[in-house]
């Protein structure tokens, strides 16, 4: 059940570029899409979220794309700096209080 | 900032032996989470809980996994019998509808080691 799917599994970009990840779904009845980032050892831990009735949100570093039509939503760090090497995971839900279900993950390696 | 506690950190336990989990969700939370990963894996939806029962819970989530709230603050992950496979690092989540963005707040998590 691959509901979210994130096909890149790694990303190595150097310090103060761009990093942009990306996350495909197919269940149309989501209605929040959320990033979280992972260290190891470590609870995953909220970055950014958008709704389903937009299209960006910004917050610093942090912006959040997402195209409905396609399906596909977009995290962009920029400028990209050592500590945000990490886990980043994508996640989805229906409604507030509804389960998150999340990508396989993007590991994230910002060199200096 | 508030925070999700989860205990213990690490259990190690023999196969066929229960298990506990407990995790203290943020105090103005109503809906309580369970996730695990196993290494290297995805992380997987167990079960949700609201207003002290099951809202939902996956395939994963048989008749060996068992949750409860006991007192209004804790809220447990009970594995009757262990098998070699439950072994993965457990997250506990809790969330509000106030934020409008259902976002959970996640635990540390508590890796269950099963020999």
């Known amino acids: 059940d691959q509901q979210v799917k994130q096909n890149s599994p790694s990303l190595s970009v150097q310090e103060g570029r761009i990093s942009i990840l990306n996350c495909d779904y197919t269940?149309?009845?989501?209605?929040?899409f959320l990033w979280y980032k992972k260290y190891p050892a470590e609870g995953p831990t909220f970055l950014i979220s958008?709704?389903?009735?937009?299209d960006k949100n910004e917050d610093g570093r942090f912006t959040v794309f997402l195209n409905k039509s396609a399906k596909h939503l977009s995290l962009h760090i920029v400028p990209s700096q050592p500590g945000d090497s990490a886990v980043y995971f994508c996640?989805?839900?229906?409604?507030?209080?509804?389960?998150?279900?999340f990508g396989g993950g993007t590991r994230v390696l910002v060199k200096p | 900032e508030p925070e999700v506690t989860q205990t213990p950190s690490h259990q190690v336990t023999q196969m066929g032996q229960e298990v506990i989990l407990r995790c203290v969700p943020i105090s103005n939370h109503l809906y309580f989470y369970w996730y695990r990963q196993i290494l290297g894996q995805k992380v997987e939806f167990l079960v949700s809980?609201?207003?002290?029962?099951?809202?939902?819970k996956s395939e994963i989530f048989d008749d060996q996994f068992s949750v409860e709230r006991p007192d209004g603050s804790n809220f447990t992950l009970k594995i009757r019998s262990t098998k070699l496979e439950d072994s993965a690092m457990y997250f506990c989540?809790?969330?509000?509808?106030?934020?409008?963005?259902?976002?959970?707040?996640f635990g540390a998590g508590s890796r269950l080691t099963v020999l």
């Open positions: 809980f609201y207003n002290n029962e099951i809202s939902e």
């Open positions: 989540a809790s969330s509000s509808d106030y934020t409008g963005a259902n976002v959970l707040t």
């Open positions: 996640a989805a839900s229906k409604a507030a209080g509804n389960k998150l279900t």
């Open positions: 958008i709704s389903s009735i937009k």
């Open positions: 269940n149309s009845m989501f209605d929040y």
